[in-house]
């Protein structure tokens, strides 16, 4: 008996150090976006490159479009429709002069990153997400995710991209 | 003697399929920049993203900074320089308004990739190219590298950012 509650007391701690750990490790763990679920896909920073954009008006930010695997494959083979599994990553940052590069170039010229705006994700999955053409939607600040009400405003934004499989993205050669 | 014919033949033909090779893998074992002596890295159209920019002016460009592994540990480690073996990749695509985004939104507001301009490498060899602060600078335009006078102009360009080790862009969080 004495022996079950050793191994009581290793399995409670060890609980605590990967309920921990799993704190510790940040984003990736945190809340799931409301409506869609989705959480913030583990290393998407580590994505290759599908494109870049600069969008105006009340944005007015500078954009990279990361795709995991499937995504990569899917645009270099020029699929029309993404395979389930898809995940396309939007990071933008405000848009904003570089003193440092003008200086050295003469004149204002060169525009870069400021602080992160926010991270959004489209993730495929044609049959958790049928009702708004296989793809759920989701974004963070600072690895919070944006309300329901918001979230709503995505896929009536991208319906009008249903030929491209509403994947308004490009990817740059 | 006719073991030896054979093998000769044989060395022969191997010969001729690593260069047939050599050429259809294209781009990589093209001609190498004059000056620097640099070919295009590669598989760096798969490296991770550093940041993003738009240079307005005579360039008008959209573009994406890719490092490989040694660039991308040094950015994301704060170190001050770049350690040998590092390599930066600038691409670029000329800076073009996008008018399926823009049908979407409702205003001129989105802009995007158009044709690709040229990409460009730093490559981080302090002894080989010690009399330009260590770095050897590169330039492709579909595969084929720029002229001598060309590169000679970029050291120039980058010294005045001597204290971050003649490198323009930050990391992009």
């Not at 060169?110 to 997400?129: C, E, H, I, L, W």
């Not at 793809?135 to 963070?140: I, R, S, T, V």
Request: charged share 20%; aromatic share 12%; proline share 6%.
């Amino acid at each position: 008996m004495k022996g079950f509650a050793y191994l009581l007391l290793a399995v409670v701690a060890l609980t605590g150090v990967l309920v921990y750990m799993a704190h510790a490790s940040g984003h990736a763990d945190g809340e799931a976006a409301p409506i869609f679920g989705i959480k913030i896909p583990p290393g998407y920073r580590d994505w290759r490159l599908i494109s870049v954009a600069h969008e105006e008006g009340n944005l007015n930010d500078l954009r990279a479009l990361l795709g995991n695997d499937a995504a990569i494959k899917a645009y270099r083979e020029g699929k029309l429709t993404f395979p389930d599994g898809t995940i396309i990553a939007r990071l933008a940052w405000s848009y904003v002069p570089s003193e440092e590069n003008n200086k050295v170039f003469g004149r204002a010229q060169s525009f870069v990153p400021g602080p992160a705006t926010n991270v959004q994700f489209m993730v495929k999955d044609s049959r958790k997400y049928a009702a708004t053409g296989g793809w759920g939607f989701a974004q963070f600040k600072d690895g919070k995710p944006a309300a329901d009400a918001l979230l709503r405003t995505c896929f009536p934004c991208h319906e009008p991209v249903k030929a491209r499989d509403f994947v308004f993205t490009h990817y740059a050669p």
